[in-house]
């Protein structure tokens, strides 16, 4: 708000036109929960009291997660996301004209194995969010430190330009790795440091800022790639319990909601881990559903579950994508890399 209260006062026209291009907003809806048809007062408390003060962290929720959360019955749930659905600005329309010149701009990454590029289609999209999920040693942070030195290629080499930001939430990364990844593809090891910034958040909250960071970076150097490994792991540990769990969504849901901005304005990838349940327990029960579990499913435009399989390979399964076949692919982790 300080910020931009000073720029209404000391910028030049120009220069506010500029910020306007980059600051796009997305999904503002004016509606409150009390414009919800069938909400009263006292389910507008009731939803309030869970945490539900957004119309699209409503419009998320399935009938039986909102009703548990807000202590309503399974029916009157359905309605009020239905509702929400109506209400919340969900997409907003662009022409067919202006989506496919946006689309146009998509550029694709290679995973380094073919295997992996073929089941997405010839590779890593841009412009788009891809959560990579799976257990512990799975490979989540090995495909993260390859698509790093993959993204510098030149686009002849499957490689995309620009710089890397990665959000660190676990300290796993590993610039001794990138300098093994860097050389086998025949990099100069130090300048591809050079060009992968790293920041190793602290909380949830420093990880909702560095994303701040990234897009005011956005305006002198080209951001090609946002890695953050683990998007899960601090909001995990920061909401514990049930009661929590509506406020956790909507932190995340918003949080995805900056990335996929970031995304969307420098043509981008996102790529975003997030570990599987390790153990069932009576909160959710399939110990293969990734943490955060619908919100991310609707913030991702890809989603990749990885399992470790027979002699160190492992198996990349795409799940749910919007315009490709579900399928698998194998792959390694070597000392070079990911490879077939
Ligand atoms: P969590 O973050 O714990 O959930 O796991 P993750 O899915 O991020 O696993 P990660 O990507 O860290 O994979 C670790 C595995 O990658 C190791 O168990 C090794 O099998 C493999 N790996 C990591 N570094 C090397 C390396 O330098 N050489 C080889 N050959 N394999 C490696
Ligand atoms: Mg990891």
Known sequence: MGIQ?????????????????????VDEPGATVEDLPGVGPATAEKLRDAGFDDLLAIAVMSPSELGEQAELGEAVSAKIIAGAKKLANIGGFISGVA???????????????????????????????????????SGKTQIGHQLAVNTLLPVEQGGIGGEVFYIDTEDTFRPERITQMAEAVGMDPSEALERIHVARAYNSAHQILLVDEIQRMGKSVDVRLIIVDSLTSHFRAEYLGRGMLAARQQKLNRHLKDLKKLADINNAIVLVTNQVHSKPDAMWGDPTKPIGGHILAHASTFRLYLRKSKGGRRIARLVDSPNLPDGEAVFNVTTEGLRD
Not at 13 to 23: Q, Y
Not at 100 to 122: F, P, Y
């Open 5 to 25: 209260g000073e720029q209404m006062s000391d910028t030049t026209a120009s220069e506010k036109v500029d910020d306007e291009e980059i600051v796009i907003e």
């Open 99 to 137: 989506l496919l010149e946006k689309r146009s701009q998509v550029m694709k990454l290679t995973s380094g194995t073919s295997a992996m590029d073929e089941l997405l289609g010839g590779g890593f999209e841009t412009q788009a969010i891809v959560e990579v999920y799976g257990e512990f040693g």
